[in-house]
């Protein structure tokens, strides 16, 4: 059994929560990324005692519309009450809004407007070695999202400076607003293309396996001279078959038919991990 | 004449900053000549980031940079680093809290004949409009001097818009008043008050000379400080005005003009004329010609003060 594989799923029933709660959320990015971004917290070197200090690792969430699957992982590392998210998301005067916002603990830049992530986390590499520090710099993108022509111009400076300290993800559920991303606007052989901008790139055949995600962080930890992009192959809308996969769900707000659906086969899936 | 650009004043105030601070960060859009920053280029290269020819990416790093303490001033026609990198001057840099400092060189229309592609007329309307975005536009080379000198000390985002060109010295390099985000009283008047920015400050020094010597009592105010607009000095200048006249290389829409009128309308009503350039591309011609053509030189501007009197 792996513990953080289970917690998934606590946490999905968290973002599920926040959601309901909000009247409003991007429930299908949020959860193909969750095992993403909390397998990532499980790794960096981040705490709530050490905001400030200038040799933490950096996340910034480019796709900022998954922002409920962030709050759920910054709270259980204790950045954020998830109660009180739950309570204030969205609502009137709340500081919990539907994209990152960095007067929130544990929230380095804010996000939402795409293709801005990557960039951003070029100017942090770049400080670090400037600087001499060893911190790494992560961002997740998502599929849909490579569209924006900035992604190219950060990725091309990332392989212009040789960033080994820069990784990006891309949260790859084949999925986005208007339907299929190939059809929407296709990205053909993404390992071709980032390769050819100077990028080590790893495909992650289960991009919701912590194991696999975490296989492929070892290996772009040990990775000298070029950025490294993990292609982590989701599933949208990943923890209840009847949102898993499918466009419709990208932001739809659960009813309560639904959102008990969705929480008796999390429950369900989570008991079955246990007994793995 | 000055032969001295105020981008070359820029350079030399960023080098003396990163002689003594290594966390003084430049950035370039490949246009390090354009901003007069190869002598920093070279000079300190560890702290100089070229990007390319990618304004969007260049706001973007130069975020990131700040974010990690860095005092990032990113260089780039002030065209293409405003509305061409807007949304990354909104979300990275005035959104985000970093302490970006947005340089926008060869600023109005100092590219001349390279025609609107180039020409900055929207700048001052697109970045005073984003919340937290500090607006600059300093007058000559002593002016843009202290200011840089202010802006080092500070950790919060502004854009600054530069000329091209050397312009004639509005200060005596002995005496040259600042305050930050205060308006500067070129002259004192009873009856007329000009307000401008930038480049337009010498023409309307000059034009008030014009009009005090034909004995129409003018004032003049440098309103480098765009946005926060020095309201309190305006409006101590604009008392007792019968008319006030703002001059500014714009469009004529959401620049210092309408800022002045705003507060002028919200405080102490009173006639506002805005010269600006026109809501079209502008003529082809050097920025004397052009400025000429539109009537926002020294002469343009008395004769339009004595007309508006005469009405």
Known sequence: ?276 | MNKIANRAVMCEVLKEAAAKDRDVVVLCSDSRGSASLTSFAETYPEQFVEVGIAEQNLVSIAAGLASCGKKAYAASPASFITTRSYEQCKVDCAYSRTNVKLIGISGGVSYGALGMTHHSAQDIAAMSAIPGMRVYLPSDRHQTRKLFEALLQDDQTAYIRLGRNPVEDVYDESCVPFEMDRATVLCEGTEVLLVACGEMVKPIQEAAALLNARGISTGALDMYCVKPLDQEGLLKAAQGKRLIVTVEEHAPFGGLGSMVAQVISAHDPRRVINLALPDTPVITGTSAEVFHYYGLDAEGIAATVAKALEG
Not at chain 1, 170 to 191: A, K
Not at chain 1, 211 to 240: C, H
């Open chain 1, 1 to 276: 059994m792996n513990a953080l594989a289970v917690k998934a799923y606590d946490l999905r029933q968290d973002v599920l929560d926040i959601i309901v709660s909000g009247g409003g959320g991007h429930i299908g990015g949020d959860m193909s990324s969750m095992e993403i971004m909390l397998t990532l917290y499980s790794r960096m070197n981040v705490s709530p005692e050490k905001q400030k200090d200038p040799d933490r690792d950096r996340f910034v969430l480019s796709k900022g519309h998954c922002v409920e699957t962030l709050y759920a992982v910054l709270a259980d590392r204790g950045f954020l009450d998830i109660e009180e998210v739950k309570a204030q998301f969205s609502r009137f005067g709340s500081e919990y809004i539907g994209h990152p916002h960095n007067t929130l603990p544990g929230i380095e830049m804010n996000s939402g407007s795409l293709g801005h992530g990557l960039s951003v986390c070029v100017g942090m590499a770049l400080a670090g070695r400037m600087d001499g520090r060893d911190y790494r710099v992560y961002t997740l993108m998502g599929d849909g999202e490579l569209a924006e022509g900035s992604v190219w111009e950060g990725a091309m400076a990332a392989g212009h400076y040789r960033l080994d300290h820069l990784c990006a993800i891309i949260d790859r559920n084949h999925l986005q607003i208007s339907g299929n991303t190939e059809d929407v606007m296709g990205h053909h052989d993404l390992h071709a293309r980032f390769a050819a901008f100077d990028w080590h790139v790893i495909d992650v055949a289960d991009g919701n396996d912590v194991e696999q995600l975490n296989a492929a962080l070892d290996e772009a930890e040990r990775t000298r001279g070029k950025p490294t992009l993990i292609i982590a192959n989701t599933v949208k809308g990943k923890g209840a078959s009847l949102m898993e996969n499918k466009a419709s769900w990208h932001h739809h707000l659960p009813n309560a038919e639904e959102y008990a659906a969705i929480s008796r086969e999390l429950k369900e899936r989570k008991e079955a991990l246990e007994h793995e």
